[in-house]
């Protein structure tokens, strides 16, 4: 059984910084693909970045470019989600999923159950 469990969020001021972790189980995590999305409320759940099985980066966020970073390490079966120069905007739960297709395509299967950002102005 695939679980995946998000981590690391919270209250933060703008222009602060956080890092989301995703643990996984159940799952070869070195041949998934892993993606970040995010839900604020009120709002459609977004796309955010995804990585490939073999490190490729998609950014589906073009508000996020330059702030946000992925990173996966496949020892620990942890994804990881750096966030920069945090915005009001940003503030959302953030969900990671995984996907069997190990490049960064279609909608993946799996999901977490989320971890809440709430960045203040």
């Known amino acids: 059984q695939v679980e995946l469990a998000e981590s690391g969020g919270g209250l933060v001021q703008a222009g602060g910084s956080l890092r989301l972790s995703c643990t996984a189980s159940?799952?070869?995590?070195?041949?998934?693909?892993m993606h970040w999305f995010r839900q604020a409320p009120g709002k459609e759940r977004e796309a955010v970045l995804c990585i490939s099985f073999n490190g490729l980066i998609a950014y589906y966020a073009d508000s996020v470019k330059g702030r946000f970073t992925i990173s996966r390490d496949n020892a620990k079966n942890t994804l990881y989600l750096q966030m920069n120069s945090l915005k009001p905007e940003d503030t959302a739960m953030y969900f990671c999923?995984?996907?069997?297709?190990?490049?960064?395509?279609?909608?993946?299967?799996?999901w977490g159950q989320g971890t809440q950002v709430t960045v203040s102005s």
């Open positions: 159940g799952l070869n995590f070195d041949r998934y693909a």
């Open positions: 999923a995984a996907d069997r297709n190990g490049y960064c395509s279609g909608s993946p299967p799996y």
